[in-house]
């Protein structure tokens, strides 16, 4: 069977290896599809879940609960292996903040912020499968790549837990020369040399656009709506 032009466009952009800049032409046929970016993939690839999944149920937009950083707005959009939107998707989210440091949780040789529930969140998609998070950019820990992890929900099943990476470019200025980011540096692990990055290839990279006044991330994340987490 002939594959449709979406699934032919999702399969092309899967090819991608991480980081990789998406050619202009690609982009502009996800734009015609609807599509928030155009690194994407048929089905999203699954990953470990990572430290530290909490589900406070806290639904919401914004999860910064002030903590310092660069503005994020960060943008998931839940599409089928056609890429037909699915709306009503739980989508919950999770990351560190510039220290590298999880809410909720009292972290081996770091900080302990049991009962905080900083950069933390859910979003219900919407008609066009979009749930939007007001963050900030992520700071990193010792043999792990910048990342925001998230899971993907369809009548409390978990369909899909992964992780979203950012391209190296994008990020850093902000480590560079950003505040509160600046005193760490720049992370000690590429994408390339994290396993987990590495194995999720560019499907899982977020396209990214801003500067240290702030900055934007959106990821179209293909599932299946028959799988069980």
Not at 9 to 23: H, I, K, N, S
Not at 24 to 44: F, I, K, M, Q, Y
Not at 132 to 151: E, N, Q
Not at 202 to 211: I, K
Request: include cysteine; hydrophobic fraction near 45%.
């Amino acid at each position: 069977m002939t594959a449709t032009p979406r699934r032919a466009l999702l399969r092309a952009l899967a090819l991608l290896p991480v980081g990789l800049a998406v050619r202009p032409d690609w982009t502009a046929r996800a734009a015609e599809a609807g599509l928030v970016a155009a690194n994407v993939c048929l089905l999203s690839p699954e990953t470990t879940e990572g430290p530290f999944y909490l589900d406070p149920r806290l639904v919401r937009r914004d999860i910064t609960e002030g903590r310092p950083g660069v503005p994020l707005g960060l943008t998931l959009q839940v599409v089928d292996g056609d890429c037909r939107p699915l709306a009503g998707a739980r989508v919950d989210v999770w990351h560190c903040d510039a220290a590298g440091d999880y809410s909720g949780v009292r972290q081996p040789g770091g900080a302990n912020t049991v009962g905080e529930t900083f950069l933390r969140g859910t979003q219900a998609t919407d008609g066009a499968g979009v749930a939007a998070f007001a963050t900030i950019w992520p700071g990193w820990y010792r043999g792990r790549t910048p990342h925001v992890h998230f899971k993907v929900f369809l009548d409390d099943r978990t369909v899909l837990t992964s992780q979203l990476f950012f391209p190296e470019v994008a990020g850093a200025p902000i480590y560079r020369a950003a505040a509160p980011y600046a005193g760490r540096g720049a992370p000690d692990t590429t994408n390339a040399r994290d396993g987990i990055a590495r194995r999720a290839g560019g499907a899982a990279v977020a396209q990214v656009t801003g500067d240290v006044s702030g900055m934007a991330a959106a990821l179209v994340v293909g599932i299946d709506p028959d799988a069980v987490g």
